[in-house]
């Protein structure tokens, strides 16, 4: 299958196709978790650059031969079918650039089917026809859903279809003959489904089975009912029972969960027409690389803020010195490792792939719109839980002012796992043509740390004003505001952490419960900080933002930074239109109609009320 768009949330920029081994019938059926690789449109232009930005191996269990006197059987696949790709890059690559011709051909997004020629080897296109779901979606509307109870683990997960949520008992049923036992709002679970089942699945809340993927049967007909869907889950007709009340999510940016009890949620919808143009740039804080694509329609000005450490702990998974340093590592970490870097030969490849196919997503999701992407900011008891960290972690008895940031960068016992950081934003750039992509540096606690980093990455192929390349320091220290002047001599821009600036311009451990009533992003020392730093470094031609939650909170703060002449806030994208809101409201106290005051504007004293 190849969709000329994203199939769940409508993004138009890329292609993503599915592959399985044998016939196409396993793949339509749901019978196996398929291949999906995903091409970003724009880089297709140049034969030179890398178009693949994402890579994702299906399990492809089970696949549909030839039998004898021309019918089919299905068998298993091997354990080497399993766990290799089914398409060469030169293969994605011409598909991609035949359904692009396919698309333009017919003026619209499209839903192909392909073929390759098990003989020869040679590539067909067998079938198109307009895709019909998403590209029909309102594109003025933003509707989302968001569960207000906090949910337990959920007792199955898989392949998230569309992003609603969806609750009631459970009907567990192993044909579709059973249309009269199925109650009106009740879960279908199942194996898999076929055109027999959309009578039971037009009366269904949820739908959950056990195989499949996002172009099977399953997942195609729940995106046109408007059904959330979790496919692929491998076990839900063992674990969940007949009778049990669930609550079905696909609204929460991962992979689709499905939680006991009958939880509550809420559904908006933002109309996009009502959000206000602002001249202070809101954009978006962005960690999960699989959630980026769903906020593509939001008006933003960019990714203020997108963190590495997510992408390494949940779609990478290993510490990266593990990956170049294996006879550091136990048996049982060294065998994880394996199982994880599967059909990798080169296993620091393994970290880089992942990492620059994260980085990737966002940074597309946003094009041609910066997006900043900050370095890893872990704390060393953070990088010890990846899998085999232990050994190159220290222990120690404040990681939150300890060996973290800049500070690893350049140090003996990191060197190597951030020149894979490197390559992973190098290839990003360079190779798939993502040059809206700002490198971020967090906690540099010095200017000869900054030079030491910057030298790193020099080294490294990052070289700031090569291929466009910006550099920007988080500005978190009150080393960073006391010498502002000399880090923009080193740095293209700031951004304001707000939640370290606060603990260590007041001395309170974030953290701490105790002190909880101590730590205010409001206190003067922290504001006073804020307000000396934004003229300072906009002075230097160097823009200044600020990426946390107390915007998203606190409509004073956000006047407030609108009134310091702030280049740039971001936030939450749920938070998004609120804020927006709240920016067009200061800007027009403080600058009136026109909301056209120049960046770096400077306020008397007399004119700042407190922002509390």
Same mark, same amino acid.
């Given at each position: 299958?190849?969709?000329?768009?994203?199939?769940?949330?409508?993004?138009?920029?890329?292609?993503?196709?599915?592959?399985?081994?044998?016939?196409?019938?396993?793949?339509?059926?749901?019978?196996?978790?398929?291949?999906?690789?995903?091409?970003?449109?724009?880089?297709?232009?140049?034969?030179?650059?890398?178009?693949?930005?994402?890579?994702?191996?299906?399990?492809?269990?089970?696949?549909?031969?030839?039998?004898?006197?021309?019918?089919?059987?299905?068998?298993?696949?091997?354990?080497?079918?399993?766990?290799?790709?089914?398409?060469?890059?030169?293969? $994605?690559?011409?598909? !991609?650039?035949?359904?692009?011709?396919?698309?333009?051909?017919?003026?619209?997004?499209?839903?192909?089917?392909?073929?390759?020629?098990?003989?020869?080897?040679?590539?067909? /296109?067998?079938?198109?026809?307009?895709?019909?779901?998403?590209?029909?979606?309102?594109?003025?509307?933003?509707?989302?859903?968001?569960?207000?109870?906090?949910? +337990?683990?959920?007792?199955?997960?898989?392949?998230?279809?569309?992003?609603?949520?969806?609750?009631?008992?459970?009907?567990?049923?192993?044909?579709?003959?059973?249309?009269?036992?199925?109650?009106?709002?009740?879960?279908?679970?199942?194996?898999?489904?076929?055109?027999?089942?959309?009578?039971?699945?037009?009366?269904?809340?949820?739908?959950?089975?056990?195989?499949?993927?996002?172009?099977?049967?399953?997942?195609?007909?729940?995106?046109?009912?408007?059904?959330?869907?979790?496919?692929?889950?491998?076990?839900?007709?063992?674990?969940?029972?007949?009778?049990?009340?669930?609550?079905?999510?696909?609204?929460?940016?991962?992979?689709?969960?499905?939680?006991?009890?009958?939880?509550?949620?809420?559904?908006?919808?933002?109309?996009?027409?009502? /959000?206000?143009?602002?001249?202070?740039? $809101?954009?978006?804080?962005?960690?999960?690389?699989?959630?980026?694509?769903?906020?593509?329609?939001?008006?933003?000005?960019?990714? +203020?803020?997108?963190?590495?450490?997510? /992408?390494?702990?949940?779609? $990478?998974?290993?510490?990266?010195?593990?990956?170049?340093?294996?006879?550091?590592?136990?048996?049982?970490?060294?065998?994880?490792?394996?199982?994880?870097?599967? +059909?990798?030969?080169?296993?620091?490849?393994?970290?880089?792939?992942?990492?620059?196919?994260?980085?990737?997503? /966002?940074?597309?999701?946003?094009?041609?719109?910066?997006?900043?992407?900050?370095?890893?900011?872990?704390?060393?008891?953070?990088?010890?839980?990846?899998?085999?960290?232990?050994?190159?972690?220290?222990?120690?008895?404040?990681?939150?002012?300890?060996?973290?940031?800049?500070?690893?960068?350049?140090?003996?016992?990191?060197?190597?796992?951030?020149?894979?950081?490197?390559?992973?934003?190098?290839?990003?750039?360079?190779?798939?043509?993502?040059?809206?992509?700002?490198?971020?540096?967090?906690?540099?606690?010095?200017?000869?740390?900054?030079?030491?980093?910057?030298? $790193?990455?020099?080294?490294?192929?990052?070289?700031?004003?090569?291929?466009?390349?910006?550099?920007?320091?988080?500005?978190?220290?009150?080393?960073?505001?006391?010498?502002?002047?000399?880090?923009?001599?080193?740095?293209?821009?700031?951004?304001?952490?707000?939640?370290?600036?606060?603990?260590?311009?007041?001395?309170?451990?974030?953290?701490?419960?105790?002190?909880?009533?101590?730590?205010?992003?409001?206190?003067?020392?922290?504001?006073?900080?804020?307000?000396?730093?934004?003229?300072?470094?906009?002075?230097?031609?160097?823009?200044?933002?600020?990426? +946390?939650?107390?915007?998203?909170?606190?409509?004073?703060?956000?006047?407030?930074?609108?009134?310091?002449?702030?280049?740039?806030?971001?936030?939450?994208?749920?938070?998004?239109?609120?804020?927006?809101?709240?920016?067009?409201?200061?800007?027009?106290?403080?600058?009136?109609?026109?909301?056209?005051?120049?960046?770096?504007?400077?306020?008397?004293? !007399?004119?700042?009320?407190?922002?509390?």
């Amino acid at each position: 299958m190849i969709f000329t768009l994203d199939p769940e949330s409508g993004f138009p920029e890329v292609i993503v196709i599915s592959a399985a081994f044998g016939l196409g019938e396993t793949v339509v059926s749901g019978q196996v978790d398929p291949d999906e690789y995903t091409v970003f449109k724009p880089s297709l232009k140049d034969p030179e650059l890398d178009p693949l930005i994402d890579v994702r191996v299906g399990a492809k269990r089970r696949k549909a031969v030839y039998a004898e006197h021309g019918l089919t059987r299905t068998v298993d696949t091997t354990a080497e079918e399993r766990s290799r790709r089914v398409l060469t890059d030169a293969e $994605v690559r011409i598909l !991609a650039d035949w359904a692009l011709t396919v698309e333009g051909h017919y003026g619209c997004p499209m839903d192909l089917e392909w073929a390759k020629d098990g003989l020869t080897g040679e590539l067909w /296109i067998v079938q198109a026809r307009p895709e019909t779901v998403q590209s029909r979606r309102a594109a003025s509307t933003l509707r989302r859903c968001r569960l207000t109870a906090v949910p +337990g683990a959920p007792l199955v997960d898989g392949i998230a279809v569309g992003e609603a949520i969806g609750s009631g008992p459970v009907v567990i049923l192993d044909s579709p003959v059973d249309l009269d036992r199925f109650p009106p709002g009740g879960v279908l679970v199942t194996g898999i489904t076929d055109p027999d089942w959309e009578p039971i699945m037009k009366r269904a809340s949820a739908i959950v089975t056990d195989h499949g993927g996002r172009t099977s049967h399953a997942a195609i007909v729940s995106r046109e009912l408007g059904v959330p869907a979790v496919v692929g889950t491998s076990r839900a007709t063992q674990t969940l029972h007949d009778g049990q009340k669930v609550t079905v999510s696909c609204a929460e940016g991962g992979p689709g969960k499905v939680y006991d009890g009958l939880l509550t949620y809420e559904e908006t919808e933002t109309d996009l027409a009502d /959000i206000p143009a602002t001249r202070t740039h $809101v954009m978006l804080n962005l960690a999960d690389p699989s959630a980026a694509f769903r906020w593509w329609r939001l008006p933003a000005d960019g990714v +203020g803020l997108a963190r590495l450490e997510f /992408i390494v702990a949940h779609q $990478v998974k290993v510490h990266p010195m593990a990956l170049l340093h294996p006879e550091r590592l136990d048996p049982a970490d060294r065998c994880a490792v394996d199982q994880l870097t599967e +059909g990798y030969l080169d296993r620091t490849r393994y970290f880089s792939d992942r990492l620059a196919y994260g980085i990737a997503r /966002i940074a597309a999701s946003r094009w041609p719109a910066p997006v900043v992407v900050r370095t890893g900011d872990f704390k060393t008891n953070e990088y010890a839980r990846l899998v085999g960290g232990r050994p190159f972690e220290p222990v120690e008895a404040n990681p939150m002012i300890g060996w973290r940031g800049a500070s690893r960068y350049y140090s003996d016992g990191y060197r190597e796992g951030f020149a894979l950081e490197c390559r992973a934003l190098r290839r990003a750039r360079d190779e798939m043509d993502l040059t809206n992509v700002i490198v971020m540096i967090p906690f540099c606690r010095s200017l000869d740390e900054a030079d030491r980093v910057l030298g $790193v990455m020099a080294e490294e192929g990052l070289r700031r004003g090569e291929n466009g390349l910006k550099v920007y320091v988080m500005a978190e220290i009150p080393a960073n505001v006391i010498l502002a002047q000399d880090f923009a001599e080193r740095f293209d821009g700031f951004s304001i952490g707000s939640n370290d600036l606060t603990q260590l311009t007041l001395g309170v451990d974030r953290d701490s419960e105790v002190l909880a009533h101590v730590f205010d992003e409001t206190n003067p020392a922290v504001t006073r900080s804020i307000e000396i730093l934004v003229p300072c470094a906009q002075a230097a031609g160097r823009p200044v933002g600020l990426c +946390g939650q107390r915007p998203s909170d606190d409509p004073a703060f956000t006047e407030f930074l609108v009134k310091t002449g702030i280049d740039s806030i971001s936030v939450a994208p749920d938070s998004f239109a609120a804020v927006k809101h709240h920016v067009a409201a200061a800007e027009q106290v403080w600058y009136g109609e026109g909301r056209t005051a120049p960046s770096g504007t400077r306020w008397s004293q !007399a004119e700042q009320p407190s922002a509390s």
